[in-house]
């Protein structure tokens, strides 16, 4: 194992896919059959015991990463290292540094046991007899599965079958995990619960190393130390999480004003006056972007001086475009495909 | 080789859930014998002559021919279908997370199928023997189950290409079909090379289970040495090892593709 503080290390990883790869349109040369850039020279590193994330919207590339780093998918150029180990080079030996959780849980086999799904797991990583035994138990207990290890994976709720994954992924006690949007299929509470654990269990007790792939900014702001954020392909910013949240909370506000005045309120927030709120007890809700966080002090304070009657002026809760956006000078078509979906 | 168990245990385990399914393929094979049974009663006199030299009974011949075909369907089925399954599921792509290599993974996935059908082929076997005039020579079993093995590691190849197509083009593009019902037809299966058109009958020789079939036949049921067969044994040894290793390098080679174009999962 490396002693190296950076754990994972990937440098201009570049990869292209075929949108169609039909052999028979791409000889006609049909469009979509030549190579789309899936990833464009992207370096990052992550350092041992740190819980780092990969943050973005679907189609950023964050899954086509993992699956480079994890050797299932080779890139077009760039370098991968695992561990300390080139993980092209000498793809056995990078395997037996990191275990995978993928997002998909069909990838369990559903007719067996949630143990024996371990065991398997346990043994292609090399484990036998009493010392694979106590594995697969300790994993089934680090995620609470162990009175149900018995049970058919077919019988199990998304929340467990996720927790099944996990427990496959840590039999072996790897020193990296790789995790590609945990808490996708999981309940709210299910979801809170899990990143306690991530948090609590795999990183501060067992000193796993993270990667985490999410296009959730709550589950990185719960979870991650640092992050990077991917818009098509690239990295369009590195930091911690803090930073990244002071950049961006805050620019969006959401100000309740008496319906009386909400003409006079959408001029003073720059929104279109031909849209109007529904008004709930006489008030009207309306969510305003801001140059920035700074804005906001001055922005009420032009509000109350105008004779709005302001009842309620906080901060968004921080979204994935907001994010996207304040690390981008205009907004980019992933934060208004985001904007646009929510 | 520990890996390889693994793999087998567990998808044994899962397949051995399907209990009615389980029961209902047994009980079909015992119902299937009946009708060659009588086929092979009727044409008897009529193909004794030709068969001689394998089999002084038609409904023996007919069941070692189809204990032979058990074998080759499920040599060139059994990986091209796992290996698209595994595909849809994101179940290769996790299993190659690990430290497993390719060829244990896929003999691991397998080994289950073809268990079963050695299972199912007693069960021929042990009706056929309760119920044939002429005797099975059970001295020389172990003898006719390494014929079988052959046979099966030789159209083992033909699964390789198979699954190979699979990973490239998501079709097998009816390589298994294709090589079934030629083998079917040439192969000495359910008739002698004697009886085969004199345009096709020389194609018999390209086809393994010509060799594996004349050399099982001669071992089970008419009690002959391994080393009576030898010129049928070699044929298929040769026939084994070449298959492997053109099934072989077209998956690996394959296998490399997938990684590079991302289709070891269904997007």
Known sequence: ??????????????????????????????????????????????????????????????????????????????????????????????????????????????????????????????????????????ALELVGLADAGAQQVGTFSSGMRQRTLIARALVTQPPILILDEPTRSLDPVSARELRRFIRDVLCAQLGTTILLATHSTEEALQLCDRAALMVKGTIVATDSLARLQARAAGARVRVRVDVMHELRARALLHLPAEIRGAAVDGHVVLDATLPDAAQAPVVLEALVRAGVRVTEFAPLPLTLADLLESVTPAETPAAAAVRRHA | MRRMMAVTRAYTLGMLTYRTRTLVSLLSVLVAVLPVYFVAGALQPLAAKAIAGESTEYFTYLIVGTIASFVMAEAVNAIPSLVNSYINSGTLEQILTTPIRWPSLMAGLSAYGFGWVAMRALVLLLTAWIWATSTIAWVRFPEFAIIMSLLAVAYAGVGLVAASLVLLLRSSLFVPQAALTASVLLGTVYFPRGVLPPAFAPFAAFVPATSALSAARQVLLRDLPLRAVLPDLVQLVGWAVGGVLVGGLCFHLALRHARRAGTLTQY
């Open chain 1, 1 to 138: 194992m490396s002693d190296a503080a950076e754990t994972i290390v990937l440098r201009d990883v570049t990869k292209s896919f075929r949108a169609d790869r039909s052999l028979l349109r791409r000889l006609k040369g049909a469009p979509g059959t030549t190579p789309r850039p899936v990833l464009d020279s992207v370096s990052l590193t992550v350092a041992r015991g740190e819980i780092f994330g990969l943050v973005g919207a679907n189609g950023a590339g964050k899954t086509t990463l993992l699956k480079i780093l994890s050797t299932v998918l080779l890139p077009d150029h760039g370098a991968v290292r695992v561990d300390g180990v080139d993980a092209l080079a000498d793809p056995a030996t990078a395997r037996r540094r990191l275990a995978v959780v993928p997002a998909d849980e069909r990838a369990l086999f559903w007719r067996i046991s949630a143990a024996e799904n371990v065991r398997l797991f346990a043994s292609l990583y090399g484990l036998t007899g009493a010392a694979r035994a106590a594995a697969v138990h300790r």
